[in-house]
């Protein structure tokens, strides 16, 4: 090793797998802070094992060996990151659990919430569905507001509409953010094909 080089041996590693081997400070700038921020984050939800019980979601994702370097996962950052966008590996691929260039995107932060199902949190029934006297209802989350669908008789009918309605309203934000260029055609196309399952 000549004088100077950093000792990446003698650094802990981040998560039990992350090495951090770059020649400079995590600290040096706004944009390495934030490269540092999304590379630590990303690591934190596959191998942090604190966050299971909270978000069961992260269980089983990993990331890439490639991107265990944070000099590889920087090269890839620097040639994706958009200002205020935040790290995706779901929406090109749904249900995909692996962190790697081939697999993320950086995507407006309202994208990324538009599509979260809220497993965890909604109860025993199916994305939409919540029980209404002898019935259940249907509602949808629209720009921030809850939006009434409909009362109907079964859970599978409540869900049919909720499907419907929230796959419309994928559609309609995917077309406006694709006109305004807040999104590529790949991430356009992603969403204009979403479908939500019963499963979700």
Same mark, same amino acid.
């Given at each position: 090793?000549?004088? /100077?080089?950093?000792?990446?041996?003698?650094?802990?590693?981040?998560?039990?797998?992350?090495?951090?081997?770059?020649?400079?400070? !995590?600290?040096?700038?706004?944009?390495? !802070?934030? %490269?540092?921020?999304?590379?630590?984050?990303?690591?934190?939800?596959?191998? /942090?094992?604190?966050?299971?019980?909270? !978000?069961? %979601?992260?269980?089983?994702?990993?990331?890439?060996?490639?991107?265990?370097?944070?000099?590889?996962?920087?090269?890839?950052?620097?040639?994706?990151?958009?200002?205020?966008?935040?790290?995706?590996?779901?929406?090109?691929?749904? /249900?995909?659990?692996?962190?790697?260039?081939?697999?993320?995107?950086?995507?407006?932060?309202?994208?990324?919430?538009?599509?979260?199902?809220?497993?965890?949190?909604?109860? =025993?029934?199916?994305?939409?569905?919540?029980?209404?006297?002898?019935?259940?209802?249907?509602?949808?989350?629209?720009?921030?507001?809850?939006?009434?669908? /409909?009362?109907?008789?079964?859970?599978?009918?409540?869900?049919?509409?909720?499907?419907?309605?929230?796959?419309?309203?994928? =559609?309609?934000?995917?077309?406006?953010?694709?006109? !305004?260029?807040?999104?590529?055609?790949?991430?356009?196309?992603?969403?204009?094909?979403?479908?939500?399952?019963?499963?979700?």
């Amino acid at each position: 090793m000549k004088k /100077g080089e950093p000792q990446y041996g003698k650094r802990k590693l981040v998560c039990g797998v992350g090495v951090f081997d770059a020649d400079y400070s !995590k600290l040096k700038d706004e944009r390495t !802070k934030k %490269a540092y921020r999304d590379w630590n984050n990303m690591l934190q939800r596959c191998y /942090g094992k604190s966050n299971f019980p909270s !978000k069961p %979601a992260y269980k089983e994702c990993i990331v890439c060996e490639e991107w265990h370097s944070f000099l590889k996962f920087r090269e890839w950052f620097d040639a994706n990151y958009v200002e205020n966008y935040v790290l995706d590996k779901d929406i090109r691929c749904v /249900g995909n659990k692996v962190y790697s260039p081939q697999t993320c995107c950086y995507i407006p932060p309202f994208i990324n919430t538009l599509l979260l199902n809220c497993r965890s949190s909604r109860g =025993k029934y199916p994305i939409g569905v919540t029980k209404m006297g002898n019935g259940f209802q249907a509602k949808l989350w629209k720009r921030g507001k809850g939006c009434y669908i /409909g009362f109907y008789h079964t859970i599978e009918e409540a869900f049919g509409a909720y499907k419907y309605e929230r796959e419309l309203y994928v =559609k309609e934000i995917a077309q406006e953010y694709y006109d !305004k260029g807040l999104i590529n055609i790949d991430i356009y196309n992603s969403l204009i094909n979403y479908k939500v399952k019963i499963t979700d």
